[in-house]
């Protein structure tokens, strides 16, 4: 009897070892792809913030912008300077309004008379020794673009005019 019992014994004793020996096997595999999906996830992630350092550093290119469209105001202003005392008398000036906007362009085309009357009013205030030099007519050409740009804003609640160029200016 005793030896039918020892090869029961032998078999239970194998089938306690299976079960002991696929469950530290299978808790080393978890851990294994566990430890290989946490080191995959820092790896993605550090390559993402590596590539997010590098486009930061790199210089923007600007963007271009949009195409200048002119406005010519014909005819050239012609004013009498004031205060004319052994300078200029009259001022000859042709000026054009840039925008880069279809339609400000259109706005701009629109109120075209009443630019031409606050630009006159504001050339007929001015002393030829006050625009003289460059940096005078400097100074007028920016006062000239603030002038309509007030009007602009005024009628159509935008600038419309980015610019203001004096294409001819002529002092006599």
Same mark, same amino acid.
């Given at each position: 009897?005793?030896?039918?019992?020892?090869?029961?014994?032998?078999? !239970?004793?194998?089938?306690?070892?299976?079960?002991?020996?696929?469950?530290?096997?299978?808790?080393?595999?978890?851990?294994?792809?566990?430890?290989?999906? !946490?080191?995959?996830?820092?790896?993605?992630?550090?390559?993402?913030?590596?590539?997010?350092?590098?486009?930061?550093?790199?210089?923007?290119?600007?963007?271009?912008?949009?195409?200048?469209?002119?406005?010519?105001?014909?005819?050239?202003?012609?004013?009498?300077?004031?205060?004319?005392?052994?300078?200029?008398?009259?001022?000859?000036?042709?000026?054009?309004?840039? $925008?880069?906007?279809?339609?400000?362009? *259109?706005?701009?085309?629109?109120?075209?008379?009443?630019?031409?009357?606050?630009?006159?009013?504001?050339?007929?205030?001015?002393?030829? $020794?006050?625009?003289?030099?460059?940096?005078?007519?400097?100074?007028?050409?920016? !006062?000239?673009?603030?002038?309509?740009?007030?009007?602009? $804003?005024?009628?159509?609640?935008?600038?419309?005019? *980015?610019?203001?160029?004096?294409?001819?200016?002529? $002092?006599?």
């Amino acid at each position: 009897m005793s030896d039918k019992k020892a090869p029961a014994k032998a078999a !239970a004793a194998d089938k306690g070892e299976k079960k002991g020996g696929k469950l530290p096997l299978i808790i080393a595999i978890v851990a294994v792809l566990a430890a290989g999906g !946490a080191g995959a996830g820092w790896y993605l992630s550090s390559k993402k913030a590596t590539e997010a350092e590098h486009a930061a550093a790199e210089p923007k290119k600007p963007a271009v912008p949009a195409p200048a469209l002119y406005l010519p105001l014909e005819p050239a202003f012609v004013v009498n300077l004031s205060g004319a005392n052994g300078g200029p008398q009259y001022l000859q000036v042709e000026v054009q309004l840039m $925008t880069r906007d279809a339609v400000q362009l *259109e706005h701009l085309k629109a109120n075209a008379p009443a630019i031409r009357a606050d630009l006159l009013m504001l050339f007929a205030q001015q002393s030829g $020794t006050d625009i003289v030099d460059v940096p005078g007519r400097k100074k007028l050409q920016a !006062a000239a673009l603030a002038e309509v740009q007030k009007l602009m $804003t005024a009628e159509t609640g935008e600038k419309c005019a *980015e610019g203001l160029l004096f294409t001819s200016f002529v $002092t006599q």
